[in-house]
């Protein structure tokens, strides 16, 4: 019986000795011993080699992970993202030099022998004894190259990863006939290609071309002796010699690499001499991972095309599937990111809000007619210090947004007008929007269940001089809280629900909107992406396009490059052409002469829509041309931040308004990103203003004063000698048609927010 040790187990002599004999019993493991690529030497013994031949023969080279470049869409490279950086190349694009120096310490006996090396075998085993522990292994470059196989088909799975490293007999066994496989297969040239392309070179470099990039800023093909010297050396240790961390050490290795080359007569020795006099002459890349390092403040924008690509079906049936793919890399990814529009994002954001400000603002810029996504960015940089954030205040919850996303105040009303024109409400509309009322009650929903007021709650306007009758066109400039209330009652809850339905409205969690009167003042959280995306269907003439952010994806695998296929934009009608011109010529008035003077634009068409929430935790401004749609934000993702008497970019505010900070950071970002582009024209409409009596206006406007003071709710107002009163369940006329006087307010904590910002206006202006 061997003598076993105090610990248990063999002695290193002895461990070299079981597995030289089973090497040997392995006849066919002899094949590849003697003879580069030879045959079977007929030295099996019957009844020995059943294991090894038990051991199937389907090694496959892996489809090795690389990084991942994602583009904008003109090309220009946005980040590079990846599980293991490693750019795959062919021999011929790697220095002679750096071929030379990895065969000389690795396996100075590459060319000569088999998969396997007798002579190293005798020599470690030999060595090992003497030294009376494991000092030299015997792995040829080819059994380390199956070795490094099935690592990267462990890929980051530690578990797998440690039984691909695990040091036994078994493993060792299968790791030869593996080898003797891939010298039949692949011959030396090829075998040498993918060792340097898939060993580990240390600082997060994969491969050769990496490594040469990480520590001189060059391809591989221009390495120089001492740097290829440098670079093989690490291989054996990468954290021992790694050159960054200990020069001292790192230096004596590659020395000792430079002085195996010359004993294998690879170089003279007056060049190995020469090269170890010569500093390291390191010029470190700093490692560019992930969409933290994007340029053009595009690190929100690359981290949303990442969750698209990890939750859409088209890229694998399961997340696992996906995220295999993703993982393994090698992708290009061109995008829908317009530089342009970007950098004006960008630029505006900075002008107008400071990092370290209570609040953040987030802007998305989309391409009516089409869903590309122009551009994506917010005050607050993507990262994990003070002042950063790893939120994407412009998306929903499931691709890395906010919990519920913001509420938007009035530019929700843009979405009931659409609805009221759809079901045949003239553009002249009017209503009696007294200054207060209560909310109306009841009013249908799509179920045979109406919502009723039952706490009898009110919505006021903004200001006591806000009071009606108004028609729709006045009011929307105005942004009336009460007028939008009684349209809403009016049509009832379903076509509404319908109408953004068609325009791709949820909440940021991805939830519908609920069926309630408030969400006609925006009292839900809905993300920038999704507003924008909306309001460009009013743009496009009500043609309604799912966002995209991907134009292509290519994938290298091995020496071929294939096309994905990739998420495409679905367009539907959202709403007739008609109602869109409509609500076109209505948001056009908006900046004209509304609440969005501030943000309009002076050299094109545009329009869009101010939204303020109840104690000013959110203001919003969407807008759009013909040929761009926007969405600015401005608020605090906690939603407790009040926006009264604040600064925000250096500037002091009494009260903030949504066409007074969003307003200008949006006309600023459109001003930048146009420049250029044509300028297309609206297909407007002309909405008559209301005919009045001079006298009468008067009048009514010193009762309504006085009503507006006290508190009134608009009682004694009248319209087509009709008395309005906001208790009544009586009626306007418009045109000899009885429209419903709605009479209710909203109920507690539908216009008070909350800190989660899934409810938190109704009170809202402009």
Same mark, same amino acid.
């Given at each position: 019986?061997?003598?076993?040790r105090?610990?248990?187990?063999?002695?290193?002599?002895?461990?070299?000795?079981?597995?030289?004999?089973?090497?040997?019993?392995?006849g066919?493991?002899?094949?590849?011993?003697a003879?580069?690529a030879?045959?079977?030497?007929?030295?099996?013994?019957?009844?020995?080699v059943?294991?090894?031949?038990?051991?199937p023969?389907?090694?496959?080279?892996?489809?090795?992970?690389?990084?991942t470049?994602?583009?904008?869409?003109?090309?220009?490279?946005i980040?590079?993202?990846y599980?293991?950086?490693?750019?795959? =190349?062919d021999?011929?694009?790697?220095?002679?030099?750096m071929?030379?120096?990895?065969?000389?310490?690795?396996?100075?006996r590459?060319?000569?022998?088999?998969?396997?090396?007798?002579?190293?075998?005798?020599?470690?085993?030999?060595?090992?004894?003497q030294?009376?522990?494991v000092?030299?292994?015997?792995?040829?470059?080819?059994?380390?190259?199956?070795?490094?196989?099935?690592?990267?088909?462990?890929g980051?799975?530690?578990?797998?990863?440690?039984?691909?490293?695990?040091?036994?007999?078994?493993?060792?066994?299968?790791?030869?006939?593996?080898?003797?496989?891939?010298?039949?297969?692949?011959?030396?040239?090829?075998?040498?290609?993918?060792?340097?392309?898939?060993?580990?070179?240390?600082? !997060?470099?994969?491969?050769?071309?990496?490594?040469?990039?990480?520590?001189?800023s060059?391809?591989a093909?221009?390495?120089?002796?001492?740097?290829?010297?440098?670079? %093989?050396?690490?291989?054996?240790?990468?954290?021992?010699?790694?050159?960054?961390n200990d020069?001292?050490?790192?230096?004596?290795?590659?020395?000792?690499?430079?002085?195996?080359?010359?004993?294998?007569?690879?170089?003279?020795?007056?060049?190995?001499? +020469?090269?170890?006099a010569?500093?390291?002459?390191?010029?470190?890349?700093?490692?560019?991972?992930?969409?933290?390092? %994007?340029?053009?403040?595009?690190?929100?924008?690359?981290?949303?095309?990442?969750n698209?690509?990890?939750?859409?079906?088209?890229?694998?049936?399961?997340?696992?599937?996906?995220?295999?793919?993703?993982?393994?890399?090698g992708?290009? =990814?061109?995008t829908?990111?317009?530089? !342009?529009?970007?950098?004006?994002?960008?630029?505006?954001?900075?002008?107008?809000v400071?990092?370290?400000?209570?609040?953040?603002?987030?802007?998305?810029?989309?391409?009516?007619? +089409?869903?590309?996504?122009?551009?994506?960015?917010?005050?607050?940089?993507?990262?994990?210090?003070k002042?950063?954030?790893?939120?994407?205040?412009?998306?929903?919850?499931?691709?890395?947004?906010?919990?519920?996303?913001?509420?938007?105040?009035?530019?929700?009303?843009?979405?009931?007008?659409?609805?009221?024109?759809?079901?045949?409400?003239?553009?002249?509309?009017?209503y009696?929007?007294?200054?207060k009322?209560?909310?109306?009650s009841?009013?249908?929903?799509?179920?045979?269940?109406?919502?009723?007021n039952?706490?009898?709650?009110?919505?006021?306007?903004?200001?006591?001089?806000?009071?009606?009758?108004?028609?729709?066109?006045?009011?929307m400039?105005?942004?009336?809280?009460?007028?939008?209330?009684?349209?809403?009652?009016?049509?009832?809850?379903?076509?509404?629900?319908?109408?953004?339905?068609?325009?791709?409205?949820?909440?940021?969690?991805?939830?519908?909107?609920?069926?309630?009167?408030?969400? %006609?003042?925006?009292a839900?959280?809905?993300?920038?992406?999704?507003?924008a995306?909306?309001?460009?269907?009013?743009?496009?003439r009500?043609?309604?396009?799912?966002?995209?952010?991907?134009?292509?994806?290519?994938? !290298?695998?091995?020496?071929?490059?294939?096309?994905?296929?990739?998420?495409?934009?679905?367009?539907?009608?959202?709403?007739?052409?008609?109602?869109?011109?409509?609500?076109?010529s209505?948001?056009?008035?908006?900046?004209d002469?509304?609440?969005?003077?501030?943000?309009?634009?002076?050299?094109?068409?545009n329009?869009?829509k101010?939204?303020?929430?109840?104690?000013?935790?959110?203001?919003?401004?969407?807008?759009?041309?013909?040929n &761009?749609?926007?969405?600015?934000?401005?608020?605090?993702?906690?939603?407790r931040?009040?926006?009264?008497?604040?600064? =925000?970019?250096?500037?002091?505010?009494?009260?903030?308004?949504?066409?007074?900070?969003?307003?200008?950071?949006?006309?600023?970002? &459109?001003?930048?990103?146009?420049?250029?582009?044509?300028?297309?024209?609206?297909?407007? =409409?002309n909405?008559?203003?209301?005919?009045?009596?001079?006298?009468?206006?008067?009048?009514?406007?010193?009762?309504?004063?006085?009503?507006g003071r006290?508190?009134?709710?608009?009682?004694?107002?009248? +319209?087509?000698?009709?008395?309005?009163?906001?208790?009544?369940?009586?009626?306007?006329?418009?045109?000899?048609?009885?429209?419903?006087?709605?009479?209710?307010?909203?109920?507690?904590?539908?216009?008070?927010?909350?800190?989660?910002?899934?409810?938190?206006?109704?009170?809202?202006?402009?």
């Amino acid at each position: 019986m061997p003598k076993k040790r105090s610990g248990g187990g063999l002695s290193p002599t002895q461990q070299a000795a079981k597995f030289l004999g089973v090497s040997v019993l392995a006849g066919a493991v002899m094949a590849g011993i003697a003879l580069p690529a030879a045959g079977a030497l007929g030295l099996a013994a019957k009844g020995s080699v059943q294991g090894f031949d038990d051991i199937p023969d389907n090694l496959k080279s892996p489809s090795l992970s690389q990084r991942t470049t994602i583009l904008d869409s003109k090309g220009g490279q946005i980040a590079t993202v990846y599980s293991r950086d490693r750019t795959v =190349i062919d021999l011929k694009d790697i220095s002679p030099y750096m071929q030379k120096a990895i065969v000389a310490i690795e396996d100075s006996r590459f060319y000569q022998h088999g998969a396997v090396d007798l002579k190293g075998i005798l020599r470690a085993v030999n060595q090992n004894a003497q030294n009376g522990g494991v000092a030299q292994g015997a792995s040829t470059l080819t059994q380390q190259l199956v070795k490094n196989y099935f690592v990267e088909e462990a890929g980051d799975d530690p578990t797998k990863v440690a039984q691909a490293t695990q040091q036994t007999i078994g493993r060792k066994i299968r790791e030869l006939k593996y080898a003797i496989q891939l010298e039949e297969k692949l011959g030396k040239k090829k075998i040498l290609e993918n060792y340097l392309n898939i060993t580990f070179f240390g600082e !997060q470099a994969y491969g050769v071309e990496a490594a040469a990039q990480r520590y001189f800023s060059k391809p591989a093909k221009n390495l120089n002796l001492q740097e290829s010297a440098l670079l %093989a050396g690490i291989v054996q240790s990468p954290s021992r010699y790694d050159p960054v961390n200990d020069e001292e050490e790192a230096t004596k290795r590659r020395n000792t690499v430079l002085q195996r080359m010359a004993e294998v007569h690879d170089i003279s020795q007056e060049q190995a001499d +020469t090269a170890k006099a010569a500093k390291l002459g390191l010029h470190v890349s700093k490692p560019k991972n992930g969409c933290i390092t %994007a340029a053009k403040g595009s690190s929100f924008f690359c981290k949303y095309v990442e969750n698209v690509f990890l939750s859409d079906p088209v890229f694998g049936k399961t997340k696992e599937a996906r995220a295999k793919v993703w993982n393994r890399g090698g992708l290009t =990814i061109r995008t829908t990111l317009e530089p !342009q529009s970007q950098a004006s994002i960008q630029a505006s954001l900075k002008d107008h809000v400071n990092k370290s400000d209570k609040v953040a603002a987030a802007a998305t810029l989309v391409e009516p007619g +089409t869903g590309k996504i122009l551009g994506m960015g917010q005050s607050k940089p993507y990262g994990y210090g003070k002042n950063e954030t790893e939120i994407n205040y412009s998306v929903n919850y499931g691709m890395g947004g906010s919990n519920y996303g913001f509420p938007t105040g009035s530019t929700f009303k843009p979405f009931v007008a659409a609805a009221a024109l759809e079901q045949g409400r003239p553009a002249t509309q009017e209503y009696s929007s007294p200054n207060k009322m209560p909310y109306p009650s009841p009013v249908q929903t799509c179920g045979s269940k109406p919502w009723t007021n039952q706490a009898n709650e009110q919505v006021p306007n903004e200001s006591a001089d806000e009071k009606g009758p108004y028609q729709l066109k006045e009011a929307m400039a105005k942004s009336v809280n009460t007028y939008f209330v009684q349209m809403i009652s009016d049509i009832g809850l379903c076509p509404v629900m319908d109408q953004i339905g068609k325009l791709g409205v949820v909440q940021g969690n991805g939830d519908k909107l609920p069926q309630v009167p408030s969400i %006609a003042l925006g009292a839900k959280g809905i993300s920038p992406l999704t507003m924008a995306t909306a309001y460009a269907a009013f743009a496009s003439r009500g043609m309604y396009c799912t966002p995209i952010a991907i134009e292509s994806i290519s994938q !290298q695998i091995g020496e071929r490059e294939k096309s994905l296929d990739v998420p495409k934009s679905t367009c539907s009608r959202a709403m007739s052409e008609k109602t869109a011109d409509t609500v076109n010529s209505l948001l056009s008035g908006v900046i004209d002469s509304g609440t969005g003077q501030q943000a309009g634009l002076t050299d094109r068409a545009n329009a869009g829509k101010t939204g303020t929430t109840d104690e000013r935790k959110n203001a919003w401004f969407v807008g759009y041309t013909p040929n &761009m749609s926007g969405a600015v934000w401005v608020g605090s993702a906690s939603q407790r931040v009040h926006m009264v008497g604040i600064q =925000i970019g250096g500037v002091y505010h009494d009260k903030v308004y949504g066409g007074q900070v969003p307003g200008p950071i949006w006309r600023d970002l &459109m001003t930048g990103a146009l420049v250029g582009k044509d300028s297309p024209s609206f297909n407007l =409409i002309n909405i008559p203003d209301p005919q009045k009596d001079k006298d009468k206006d008067e009048d009514r406007g010193r009762d309504d004063g006085n009503n507006g003071r006290h508190g009134g709710n608009g009682n004694g107002n009248t +319209t087509n000698g009709n008395t309005i009163s906001g208790l009544t369940d009586g009626g306007l006329t418009d045109g000899g048609v009885v429209v419903p006087t709605p009479s209710f307010s909203i109920p507690e904590g539908w216009i008070q927010g909350n800190d989660n910002g899934g409810n938190d206006n109704g009170g809202q202006r402009n």
